[in-house]
Every structure is written in C-alpha cells, then in structure tokens.
T-cell receptor, first 113, second 115 residues
Framework: GESVGLHLPTLSVQEGDNSIINCAYS??????FIWYKQESGKGPQFIID?????DKRQGQRVTVLLNKTVKHLSLQIAATQPGDSAVYFC????????????FGTGTKLQVIP | ETGVTQSPTHLIKTRGQQVTLRCSSQ?????VSWYQQALGQGPQFIFQ???????GRGNFPPRFSGLQFPNYSSELNVNALELDDSALYLC??????????????FGPGTRLTVL
C-alpha cells in the first residue's frame, strides 16, 4: 500500500512497551482535540478525543493528556502491539456551525516485534 | 452497516483537465467532509456538506467544488487541474448531534495523479 509516513518523525517502540506520541498545537480556540491513526493505504481512523476543558481522558489501552498551559497534547498507548504500527495525527476541532478538523503533522509509530 | 466508500481508487489526469471524485457516506450520516492529503502530510480540510448545502470551507480555490445528494453521497469536482493537485483525496462522513459529534469516518481515499 502507499505510504503516508514519508519524512515524518518516527517513534520506534518495542512490542509490549508503552508508547507516547506528542503533539504541539497553536489554536487556543479549539473546542476538541482528536487523535487519528492512519495505516498505509487507508483513511484516518478516529481513536479518541478530548474536550478542551479536560486534562485527561482514557480509552481502551489509550490515554490522551492535554496541557493547555503549554499547548501540548499527548497520546499514550499501553502495551504496544504490532497492529499499532501506523502514522498518528493529532487534530483540532473548532465547533459551531460545521466540523472543521485541522490536522497536525503526523508521527510514524514503528513497533519492533 | 456499510462504511464510507470512495471511487475511483486511483486516477491519472493531465494538467488542465477536470476530475470528479465520488463518496458514499456511512449509513445514517448526513454530513460529508472532503480532505486533501499530500504525501507525507496530514489531511487538509477542503469543505463540508450538510444536508446538501456547503456549510464550511477551507483554504482552497473555487475550482474545488462539491455536491451532496439527497442520499447524502457526495462528489468533489476539481477544474483546471494543476500538478500540485496530485494527492490522496479523502472523504469523511459523520452525524453531528448524535452524541458522536467528533467522530468522522474516513473512506480509503482516491489517489489522484496529475501529469
């Protein structure tokens, strides 16, 4: 399949370890922050979102942390598996009228078996 | 439940031509958004359609236009193709107001190459 991970920052993690993917954002007016996973040859897949007035949200094996003071977002993946290998994008959503999602530059996660 | 589908999968055009890309939204979704993804970059928002009306647009010129039909499927039209239009074009469907407001379901994309 085609690669969406060219020239992207890469994070290599041993299978079973925890992964932390970081993202800096710029728009303080964003209502939500969203993490997407994109595998080669596929469209982005929604992982988890967090409202701007929250600091932390947990899902299945994933945790998103939001630090509004330094405009930083992170995605933590517990017990990383080979199937987690993909490009991960953080995105900002400003609501009100329509859903405009602004994607950041992705991070390529490589899981080493 | 049928997911988001897009056609064609791949397309090759020459500069100056026009192209139409198609998207069938997920069952029950009334909103479709289109994105352009250049190689190695994140998707860029083109526009969004809600109940057959464009209700939001990104920083793309007017030669990028769209339609949404009564069954909520959608088309993206690009006129006067330029080399820089070569990209993966993604559509995403959603249904705001259902409690899953932020979850957009993406199709696999159409890879457009302009020569």
């Amino acid at each position: 399949g085609e690669s969406v991970g060219l020239h992207l920052p890469t994070l290599s993690v041993q299978e079973g370890d925890n992964s932390i993917i970081n993202c800096a954002y710029s728009n303080s007016a964003s209502d939500y922050f969203i993490w997407y996973k994109q595998e080669s040859g596929k469209g982005p897949q929604f992982i988890i979102d967090i409202r701007s007035n929250m600091d932390k949200r947990q899902g299945q094996r994933v945790t998103v942390l939001l630090n509004k003071t330094v405009k930083h977002l992170s995605l933590q993946i517990a017990a990383t598996q080979p199937g987690d290998s993909a490009v991960y994008f953080c995105a900002e959503l400003i609501g009100g009228g329509y859903q405009k999602v602004t994607f950041g530059t992705g991070t390529k996660l490589q899981v080493i078996p | 439940e049928t997911g988001v589908t897009q056609s064609p999968t791949h397309l090759i055009k020459t500069r100056g031509q026009q192209v139409t890309l198609r998207c069938s939204s997920q069952s029950g979704h009334n909103t479709v958004s289109w994105y352009q993804q250049a190689l190695g970059q994140g998707p860029q928002f083109i526009f969004q359609y809600y109940r057959e009306e464009e209700n939001g647009r990104g920083n793309f010129p007017p030669r990028f236009s769209g339609l949404q039909f009564p069954n909520y499927s959608s088309e993206l039209n690009v006129n006067a193709l330029e080399l820089d239009d070569s990209a993966l074009y993604l559509c995403a469907s959603s249904s705001p107001g259902t409690g899953f407001d932020n979850e957009q379901f993406f199709g696999p994309g159409t890879r457009l190459t302009v020569l």
